[in-house]
Structure formats: C-alpha cells, structure tokens
C-alpha cells in the first residue's frame, strides 16, 4: 500500500474498507499527518538551545512556534522575535525543525521537553503563580447569545482537514461580532490552541477582545493557554475539567461549554453574555 507526499496536512493512503452491503473492497483514504517539529531559539550572541519537539501536524508552523514559545513564558510578545528560519514561503517546516531569533537575552535556562499531540505540559503551574505572572483578565468585551450559537457551524465549516480525515482538533478565533479571524487544525489541540496564539503575534491582531472556540473539551491546559494570550471568553463544544473551571473563575475568563444543537452553559463570568 503506497502513501503519497502528503500536502496541506493530510496523505492518501490506500486501504481496505468494509461495508454491510459491498463486503471488503479497496479504496483510498485521507489521513492526518503527524511528524515531529523541532524548536530552537537563538539569543543576539549566537547561543541556541532546544526548547521543544512537538508532534504536530504540519501546517502553520511558524504560528505554532510563536505560540508555543508565547505560551510557555519564552516570549513577552511579538518584538521578542527577530525572525523564523526554516519556514518555507507556506508557514511549513518541511524539515521539522524551526530556530526563533530572539531580539534580547532569555534570562534563564531551558530544558527541552517532548510534547506528544494528545496533551499538553499538565499542571506545570498553579493559579496563584499565573496571576502573579500576568494578573486577571479585566475588559469589558460582552457577546449576545446569538452570536455565541453561530461559533460552531462558522468553525467546523473552516475545518477542511477535519472533513477529509477525521482526525485533528480545530481552535477559532472570533471577534465579539462573531466575525471568523482565523480557524487552526492540528492533531493536537494544544498545538492548534498555540497556533492561534501565534497568528495574534505575528500578525499583530488584538486578542483582548477576542473569542477563542475550541472542538474539543476546555481541560486546564487550553484555558491556561487562554488565559496566557489575553482572551477573556473561551468557548468548546464538549466538557470542562473542574480545574478549568477554577482557573477560568479565578483568571476573569467566561466559560462556555458544551456549545452545540443550540444550547451551551455557562461556567464562570455569565456577565460578558448579552441576553
């Protein structure tokens, strides 16, 4: 069975496929890449050190490497980068291995850590230290129910990888209009969180007024990501874990699950919801 070059990441592969009605037969299916992206910051002076290898799904992986490096407390906001090298003209590192130019100094040492596609670095902090790192999320950003029950569909229609395989997570970025900035697929939802996250950096769009909708459940790790960027509304279609709950309430986050067939609930912060 041949697996082709995989382009806009996905590969077909030919495979055999049961049916009731047809029995076994050949066919040819569209699959989800997953490949290893190396991260790598060099400071003014020449010194690079591995921060990351993060399993991803290649595409937008210059976005991917800002965000990861935002989220992770490397980077204090887009004048920190100097530039991405190993980025081809289409944001993808067909090489799996990116190097981020620092404009400064990191004032500590880093460890390089290995980032599977299912889950993010869990409970690598408390609240306590995320406020005191960046204190709560205080705006008077406010959506109407409305708006808030047209996120799916605007999001899964931008799932385009979603619908050929099956198998990557989507996060979206909404204005309060419900206005789609920008829809990021990848086998991780972390890594499609941080791709967001990413695209705020390098493209300099304003986050404190932002939406972020995510097509998995709202665990920990995506509020805490949330929380990091600037977003004061969170949004996903499954489940809350108690201590996303928590952070979302104590961080100044609106937290709203389950949001599908035109019904959704309200974890924390119900204030920013217009009736």
């Known amino acids: 069975m041949e697996v082709s070059e995989h382009t806009s990441g996905k ?3 030919e495979i055999i496929t049961f049916r009731q009605e047809t029995g076994f037969i050949k066919t040819m299916d569209d699959i989800a890449v997953e490949e290893p992206l190396a991260i790598d910051i060099e400071e003014l002076n020449g010194d690079s050190e591995r921060v990351g290898v993060i399993m991803r799904t290649p595409i937008m992986d210059n976005y991917l490497a800002a965000g990861f490096l935002y989220s992770e407390g490397f980077l204090s906001g887009p004048a920190d980068i100097d530039g991405i090298d190993g980025i081809e003209y289409d944001g993808v590192s067909r090489r799996n291995h990116v190097t981020v130019r620092l ?5 500590f040492r880093v460890q390089t850590r290995f980032i599977n596609s299912a889950c993010g670095v869990c409970g690598r902090s408390t609240i306590a230290d995320l406020l ?3 204190g709560k999320i205080r705006d008077d950003a406010r959506i109407d129910l409305h708006t808030i029950l047209s996120l799916p569909a605007k999001m899964a229609y931008a799932q385009s990888l979603f619908m050929t395989t099956g198998g990557v997570h ?3 970025l909404f204005d309060t209009d419900g206005y789609l900035k920008i829809a990021c697929e990848d086998i991780g939802r972390h890594n499609a969180v941080d791709k967001v996250i990413g695209y705020t950096m390098i493209e300099n769009v304003d986050m404190d007024a932002g939406i972020l909708m995510v097509s998995g459940r709202a665990g ?3 509020v805490e990501k949330a929380f990091i960027a600037g977003f004061p509304i ?3 279609v499954s489940a809350p874990s108690s201590l996303a709950v928590q952070v979302a309430e104590s961080m100044g986050i609106t937290l709203i699950c389950f949001l599908r067939n035109d019904r959704f609930n309200v974890y924390s912060h119900p204030e920013r919801i217009l009736p």
């Open 170 to 172: 989507a996060a979206a």
């Open 234 to 236: 969170v949004a996903s």
């Open 220 to 222: 920990f790790e995506i």
């Open 132 to 134: 005191m790192r960046h």
């Open 11 to 13: 590969t077909r592969r």
């Open 103 to 107: 404009s400064g100094k990191i004032s």
